[in-house]
């Protein structure tokens, strides 16, 4: 099968320190290309990817202190993709909503998953105004805002299964939080948790410009004041590892509709359970109980610590192996991709009239 992913620039992929949408883009597109497919991947020019790349940024551009608007770089790999459009089975797309008007004619050999949140007010109608372009959500609950676009399916994100090493016994005697500083993921509650629990915090997080104010308000002054609290910044993939398997736990204490949140699954990959509060997707990620807790509150949060002890670590991992890989996850790209109406129908036809062959539903890997 041809595939186009077609990848966010912000960060790499995969992304040298802190990145979702990119990483899993990477995740799906190092595993279809383990599986044989032909895969294609936009993204910037610093990815590193067993797929063909076409560079579209020299470099990711978050990491780029020249750039000052990331949308004519979009918009420039957009151009690059029309002129190969006709090249591929399926495109599938991460960035959005940028792509729409460009695909409108070929909707339907076309994906796209939508990677962030939903609940802003104009994206209801934006959707709406292109109800044949086919859509996957990250969790059930991210589609709550939107419930009648033209959903195809919900794919749960997944890691590559070796990815992040199981930790039988942990080294550390802390509570981890890794993400973002920012008001939705509510750092504040993480140092509030640990210090009601008499525990050490590690936070392994990056702050954007948009939150600085709010890290040098808020959480910076909270951090000098809880002398259990150690911040490290960004952590690399490598960091990563040792950091979520030492942890006791990871705390996920957000206070916002959070699509997915790819750490609660790094952590479970590495046999750490996850104490998460009750919003958006996370008790579609936690079973509670078994892989972690799910709370309402900080109190309740704090009680979870406590039981954490009974978790059965070959469980979190085991548990993250039957729900949350990158070959699950692309078994349901490929299902989707099969099911699009212009596998069978259109690309063929394209093919065909540019005298490049044709590759049916029949005859894809």
Known sequence: MKI?????LSESCPPKLYGGTERIVSYLTEELVRQGHEVTLFASGDSVTSAKLVPCSETALRLNPAVRDPIPHHVMMLEQVRRRIDEFDVLHFHIDLLHCPLVRDFADRTLTTLHGRLDLPELGPFYAAFPELPLVSISDDQRQPM?????????????????????VKPNGDY?????????????????????????????????DKADQTYWDDIISPMIAAHPNVEFLGEINEHQKAEFLGDATALLFPVDWPEPFGLVMIEAMACGTPVIGFR????????????????????????????????LDRAEVRSAFARRFTAERMTEDYLTIYRGLSGVRRDAARMRRSSGRGSIGLHAVA
């Open 4 to 8: 186009a992913q077609i990848a966010p």
């Open 147 to 167: 419930p009648n676009a033209n959903w195809i399916s919900t794919v749960h994100h997944g890691l590559p299964k070796n990815l992040l090493p199981f930790t």
């Open 175 to 207: 509570l981890a939080f890794l993400g973002r500083i920012s008001p939705e993921k509510r750092p504040d509650r993480a140092i509030e948790i640990a210090a009601r629990a008499g525990m050490k915090l590690k936070m392994a997080a990056k702050v």
């Open 279 to 310: 919003r958006g997707s996370i008790p579609e990620v936690i079973i509670d109980g078994a892989n972690g807790f799910i709370v309402d509150n900080v109190v309740e949060a704090v009680a979870a610590v406590h039981q954490i002890p009974r």
